[in-house]
């Protein structure tokens, strides 16, 4: 399953102080083996982070 994109997946851009589309999804694996969505904000540009699968 990992590195399948699915739909839109939320999450929170720090910079922006809110929740956005993350671009550019990707579904990566943490260090400790947990699921992490990793992509970057569509308005700023900071990489976003979320932990959990997609959904
Ligand atoms: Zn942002």
Do not use: H, W
């Amino acid at each position: 399953m990992f590195g399948m994109l699915f739909a839109m997946v939320e999450g929170y851009c720090v910079k922006c102080k809110k929740k956005v589309e993350i671009k550019d999804a990707t579904t990566v694996t943490m260090k400790n083996n947990k699921p992490a969505i990793q992509g970057v904000c569509p308005i700023c540009g900071t990489k976003i982070y979320r932990i959990g699968k997609a959904s």
